[in-house]
C-alpha cells in the first residue's frame, strides 16, 4: 500500500522552491536584524518553523516552562556492553556482501557543554543508502534497495566520549514538503548523556552540499554558526588507506545539573 | 536555586527524527520496563496529538523513571531485556492512530514527600526538536500541591501534566503537541 504524504501532511502545499526558499529568506532576515539589534544568537533549531510544512500543526505555541531538574531528571540511563556489540558499529558488514557505494568512516566525540567526554553513552545512527533509499516500509522513493545495507548503527561511547562508524556515505532523497524538494544527503543521530535533560536526536550533514540553502529543515537554524555545527570536517587523518575515506563530527550536548547542583549542595 | 555556571561549549542543534526512524530505534520489548507479568506492572498509556486535535501515527517517546521505591537505578540491559532487570528506561513509537504504551511500574517518591513522576521525551517527524515534560502520579495530593513545577503552573497547565488512574490501575495521559489543551513542555538549565 503506497502512502500519500498528502493525507499524512494536511498543512503540505504545492509551494514551489522559489516560494519555499522565499520564506526561509525572509524568516532569516529578520533574524540578521535581531542578531544587529543585540539579542543573542540561536543555536537550536526554531520548531515554529512554517517552511517545514509538517511543524505547522506539531510545534508548542507557548514558550517551554522553566524547570528546575529534579533527582530522575540528573540522571541517565545506563548502556554498555551489554547492551550493544561491538560489530554494531560497521554498517557495511551487516549482510553477506559488500554494500554498494562510497565507504566511509564517521568518527568524533561526544562532550557535554562543559566540554566534558560523554564516556560509555549509546549513540544509535540511521541513514538512507548510497541511492537515497530507506530500508523502511513509508519511504515509496523508487530508487533501488541494497539488499547488503540496512542502514542501523550502535555503538557506546569510549573513554574520551569518542565513537566511530563505518558506513557507507548516503546519497540525497527528495521528499513531499514541496515541489522538487530534496534533502542533503545525512546521517541521523540519536545521543545520551549524563542527565535525560541532555538527551537529543540530530542530522549530520556533509561539507558542501549544494541542497543547504534549498532544505527548510536544515535552515529551521536560522544562524549560521549553529547550522555549520552539524556539519562533518572531511579528515584526512580518519581516512585509511585503500579503504575509506573518513570524516570528523564531534557533538556537544548541553550541560549537565547534576555537577553544579551538587557541589552547591555541598556549600550549604 | 543559584546562578547555573555558563557553557563553555555551544550545544549542537537537535534536528527532527524525520519518517524513517522505524526500522532503526524500536527494538524487541523496548516499551516493556518491566514484564506484563510483573506483580506490580502498571499500563502507562495515552494518545499523541497535533495543533487540530489529530492523532500523530509517526512520534516515538521515551519514558526515565526510579523504580517503586524511588531508587534511581543505573543498570545496563534497556537494549536487550531479560525481563528481569528494571533499568527505569523505555522507548516506543506509536501505533497508526497515535496510540502509545508502556509497562512500568509506578515509581516511588525519590526524596520524602516528593510528588512521583516519570520523564518523558517526546520526538516525531514535523517537531524539529525534542520535547520534555513530566507525567506526574495523580494519588499523592499532599506532594502535587507542594511540587514547586506544579505550583507554578495555572489550573489548566497543571492537568496538562498529571496522568489519570483508570479502573484497571493504568496510567492515561495524553500529549498535545499544540492547540487548547497544549502539554506543558520543560525546559531546563544549561540549554545554551
Ligand atoms: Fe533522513
Not at chain 2, 513530566?134 to 505550583?151: G, K, Q, S, V
Given at each position: 500500500?503506497?502512502?500519500?504524504?498528502?493525507?499524512?501532511?494536511?498543512?503540505?502545499?504545492?509551494?514551489?522552491?522559489?516560494?519555499?526558499?522565499?520564506?526561509?529568506?525572509?524568516?532569516?532576515?529578520?533574524?540578521?536584524?535581531?542578531?544587529?539589534?543585540?539579542?543573542?544568537?540561536?543555536?537550536?533549531?526554531?520548531?515554529?518553523?512554517?517552511?517545514?510544512?509538517?511543524?505547522?500543526?506539531?510545534?508548542?505555541?507557548?514558550?517551554?516552562?522553566?524547570?528546575?531538574?529534579?533527582?530522575i531528571?540528573?540522571y541517565?540511563p545506563a548502556?554498555?556492553?551489554?547492551?550493544?556489540?561491538?560489530?554494531?558499529?560497521?554498517?557495511?558488514?551487516?549482510?553477506?556482501?559488500?554494500?554498494?557505494?562510497?565507504?566511509?568512516?564517521?568518527?568524533?566525540?561526544?562532550?557535554?557543554?562543559?566540554?566534558?567526554?560523554?564516556?560509555?553513552?549509546?549513540?544509535?545512527?540511521?541513514?538512507?543508502?548510497?541511492?537515497?533509499?530507506?530500508?523502511?516500509?513509508?519511504?515509496?522513493?523508487?530508487?533501488?534497495?541494497?539488499?547488503?545495507?540496512?542502514?542501523?548503527?550502535?555503538?557506546?561511547?569510549?573513554?574520551?566520549?569518542?565513537?566511530?562508524?563505518?558506513?557507507?556515505?548516503?546519497?540525497?532523497?527528495?521528499?513531499?514538503?514541496?515541489?522538487?524538494?530534496?534533502?542533503?544527503?545525512?546521517?541521523?543521530?540519536?545521543?545520551?548523556?549524563?542527565?535525560?535533560?541532555?538527551?537529543?536526536?540530530?542530522?549530520?550533514?556533509?561539507?558542501?552540499?549544494?541542497?543547504?540553502?534549498?532544505?527548510?529543515?536544515?535552515?529551521?537554524?536560522?544562524?549560521?554558526?549553529?547550522?555549520?555545527?552539524?556539519?562533518?570536517?572531511?579528515?584526512?587523518?580518519?581516512?585509511?588507506?585503500?579503504?575509506?575515506?573518513?570524516?570528523?563530527?564531534?557533538?556537544?550536548?548541553?550541560?549537565?545539573?547534576?555537577?553544579?547542583?551538587?557541589?552547591?549542595?555541598?556549600?550549604? | 536555586?543559584?546562578?547555573?555556571?555558563?557553557?563553555?561549549?555551544?550545544?549542537?542543534?537537535?534536528?527532527?527524527?524525520?519518517?524513517?526512524?522505524?526500522?532503526?530505534?524500536?527494538?524487541?520489548?523496548?516499551?516493556?520496563l518491566?514484564?506484563?507479568?510483573?506483580?506490580?506492572?502498571?499500563?502507562?498509556?495515552?494518545?499523541?496529538?497535533?495543533?487540530?486535535?489529530?492523532?500523530?501515527?509517526?512520534?516515538?517517546?521515551?519514558i526515565w523513571q526510579a523504580d517503586?521505591?524511588?531508587?534511581i537505578v543505573s543498570e545496563?540491559?534497556s537494549?536487550?531485556?531479560?525481563?528481569?532487570?528494571f533499568t527505569g528506561w523505555g522507548?516506543?513509537?506509536?501505533?497508526?492512530?497515535?496510540?502509545?504504551?508502556?509497562?512500568t511500574?509506578?515509581p516511588?517518591?525519590?526524596?520524602?514527600?516528593?510528588?512521583?513522576?516519570?520523564?518523558?521525551?517526546?520526538?516525531?517527524?514535523?517537531?524539529?526538536?525534542?520535547?520534555?515534560?513530566?507525567?506526574?502520579?495523580?494519588?499523592?495530593?499532599?506532594?502535587?500541591?507542594?511540587?514547586?513545577?506544579?505550583?507554578?503552573?495555572?489550573?489548566?497547565?497543571?492537568?496538562?501534566?498529571?496522568?489519570?488512574?483508570?479502573?484497571?490501575?493504568?496510567?492515561?495521559?495524553?500529549?498535545?503537541?499544540?492547540?487548547?489543551?497544549?502539554?506543558?513542555?520543560?525546559?531546563?538549565?544549561?540549554?545554551?
Amino acid at each position: 500500500m503506497s502512502t500519500n504524504n498528502k493525507t499524512l501532511d494536511p498543512a503540505a502545499t504545492t509551494a514551489s522552491q522559489e516560494d519555499i526558499s522565499a520564506e526561509i529568506s525572509s524568516i532569516h532576515e529578520v533574524y540578521r536584524q535581531q542578531l544587529l539589534s543585540g539579542m543573542k544568537a540561536e543555536t537550536q533549531p526554531r520548531v515554529d518553523f512554517a517552511p517545514y510544512r509538517s511543524s505547522l500543526l506539531r510545534h508548542p505555541t507557548k514558550n517551554l516552562h522553566h524547570a528546575d531538574p529534579e533527582t530522575i531528571e540528573l540522571y541517565s540511563p545506563a548502556f554498555g556492553q551489554r547492551d550493544v556489540h561491538a560489530l554494531e558499529s560497521d554498517l557495511t558488514i551487516q549482510h553477506n556482501g559488500e554494500p554498494i557505494g562510497e565507504r566511509i568512516v564517521v568518527s568524533g566525540r561526544v562532550l557535554d557543554g562543559d566540554g566534558r567526554p560523554v564516556a560509555g553513552q549509546l549513540v544509535e545512527v540511521w541513514q538512507a543508502n548510497a541511492a537515497g533509499r530507506y530500508v523502511h516500509k513509508r519511504d515509496q522513493h523508487p530508487a533501488p534497495i541494497d539488499p547488503n545495507f540496512t542502514g542501523v548503527g550502535r555503538t557506546i561511547t569510549g573513554a574520551n566520549g569518542e565513537y566511530s562508524f563505518t558506513t557507507i556515505k548516503p546519497a540525497p532523497y527528495p521528499w513531499k514538503n514541496h515541489h522538487n524538494a530534496w534533502r542533503p544527503a545525512h546521517i541521523h543521530f540519536s545521543l545520551f548523556g549524563t542527565d535525560f535533560t541532555q538527551r537529543m536526536i540530530t542530522q549530520m550533514y556533509f561539507p558542501g552540499d549544494p541542497l543547504f540553502a534549498l532544505d527548510p529543515i536544515y535552515q529551521s537554524i536560522t544562524d549560521q554558526d549553529a547550522r555549520d555545527r552539524l556539519v562533518a570536517t572531511y579528515d584526512q587523518s580518519i581516512t585509511s588507506h585503500e579503504w575509506a575515506t573518513g570524516y570528523n563530527w564531534d557533538i556537544v550536548l548541553t550541560g549537565s545539573n547534576r555537577t553544579w547542583m551538587e557541589e552547591e549542595e555541598g556549600e550549604h | 536555586m543559584a546562578q547555573a555556571p555558563e557553557l563553555k561549549l555551544v550545544p549542537t542543534p537537535g534536528q527532527t527524527i524525520g519518517p524513517f526512524y522505524g526500522y532503526a530505534l524500536p527494538f524487541a520489548k523496548d516499551n516493556e520496563l518491566v514484564n506484563q507479568a510483573h506483580p506490580n506492572s502498571v499500563r502507562l498509556h495515552g494518545v499523541v496529538y497535533d495543533g487540530k486535535g489529530e492523532a500523530i501515527p509517526d512520534a516515538l517517546l521515551e519514558i526515565w523513571q526510579a523504580d517503586e521505591a524511588g531508587n534511581i537505578v543505573s543498570e545496563q540491559g534497556s537494549l536487550v531485556r531479560d525481563g528481569y532487570t528494571f533499568t527505569g528506561w523505555g522507548r516506543t513509537a506509536v501505533d497508526n492512530v497515535g496510540h502509545y504504551t508502556f509497562t512500568t511500574v509506578n515509581p516511588g517518591a525519590t526524596e520524602e514527600g516528593k510528588a512521583p513522576f516519570i520523564m518523558l521525551t517526546v520526538f516525531a517527524r514535523g517537531l524539529l526538536n525534542r520535547l520534555f515534560t513530566r507525567i506526574y502520579l495523580p494519588e499523592d495530593t499532599a506532594a502535587l500541591a507542594n511540587d514547586p513545577l506544579l505550583a507554578s503552573l495555572t489550573d489548566a497547565e497543571r492537568k496538562t501534566l498529571i496522568a489519570t488512574r483508570e479502573a484497571d490501575g493504568s496510567l492515561r495521559l495524553d500529549i498535545h503537541l499544540q492547540g487548547k489543551e497544549e502539554t506543558v513542555f520543560l525546559s531546563y538549565p544549561r540549554e545554551s
